[in-house]
């Protein structure tokens, strides 16, 4: 069964604190996503990595910066938490993109800057 | 520019009766699309898929229709239960292009009442 897991659930940080949030997926899949749920904004792309070490700037990726050290793991990293980073994170994953293909999301990570 | 739009944020209908969510594509290079549905504090799970060779895919209460011509599709559930509640995202992407460039809607939050 596909697991994509997301460590932290929810999380309250202060303006400026650097944020980790850490997402590892046991498919061996070649694409990792991070996005952004915001209410009647849908799914929005911040970053994407489609190899170890190798991404991709999503559609926001503003004040964001993400890590693949290794296959099964992606880190999305907020440098410096601003309340306009309110939001509930989602990662992903997927084999090579080919039709019949789908995407595998996480539970999510609730942050809230305060 | 919005590429996939959910023009409805939200729908109730009642317990029994047919729930059918619309979703709107520009972009005339998209040939697969996806639907997701989400409970809140929870990631999006796939739902169904159709390609654009089709125009119609069907599985068990749920069947997507796609209108290439009128770049439309919908998702109709059919009977519609209490447990259907939630978030539906419908999602497009060109088999051609890489998962990156998997594009969300807004989504439109379904209330089926008992």
């Known amino acids: 069964d596909v697991k994509v897991t997301q460590s932290s659930r929810y999380l309250v940080k202060r303006t400026g604190e650097k944020v980790f949030l850490e997402c590892v997926q046991d498919?061996?899949?070649?694409?990792m996503f991070w996005y952004r749920q915001d209410p009647g904004l849908g799914l929005r792309l911040i970053y994407f990595?489609?190899?170890?070490?190798?991404?991709e700037k999503g559609d926001i990726p503003e004040g964001y910066s993400v890590s693949r050290e290794k296959k099964e793991r992606f880190s999305l990293i907020l440098e410096s938490a601003s309340t306009n980073q309110t939001s509930m994170y989602l990662c992903?994953?997927?084999?090579?993109?080919?039709?019949?293909?789908?995407?595998?999301f996480g539970e999510g990570s609730w942050l809230t800057v305060v | 520019d919005q590429q996939v739009k959910q023009n409805s944020p939200s729908l109730s209908v009642q317990e029994g009766r047919i729930s059918i969510l619309n979703c709107d594509y520009t972009?005339?290079?998209?040939?697969?699309f996806l639907w997701y549905k989400k409970y809140p504090a929870e990631g999006p799970t796939f739902l169904i898929s159709?390609?654009?060779?089709?125009d119609k895919n069907e599985d068990g209460r749920f069947t997507v229709f796609l209108n290439k011509s009128a770049k439309h599709l919908s998702l109709h559930i059919v009977p519609s239960q209490p447990g259907d509640s939630a978030v539906y995202f419908c999602?497009?992407?060109?088999?051609?292009?890489?998962?990156?460039?998997?594009?969300f809607g807004s989504g439109t939050q379904l209330t089926v009442l008992p």
């Open positions: 992903a994953s997927s084999l090579y993109w080919s039709s019949g293909n789908t995407i595998y």
């Open positions: 999602a497009a992407i060109s088999n051609s292009g890489s998962a990156r460039q998997l594009t």
């Open positions: 159709i390609s654009s060779i089709k």
């Open positions: 972009n005339s290079m998209f040939d697969y």
């Open positions: 498919m061996d899949h070649e694409n």
């Open positions: 990595s489609y190899d170890v070490k190798m991404k």
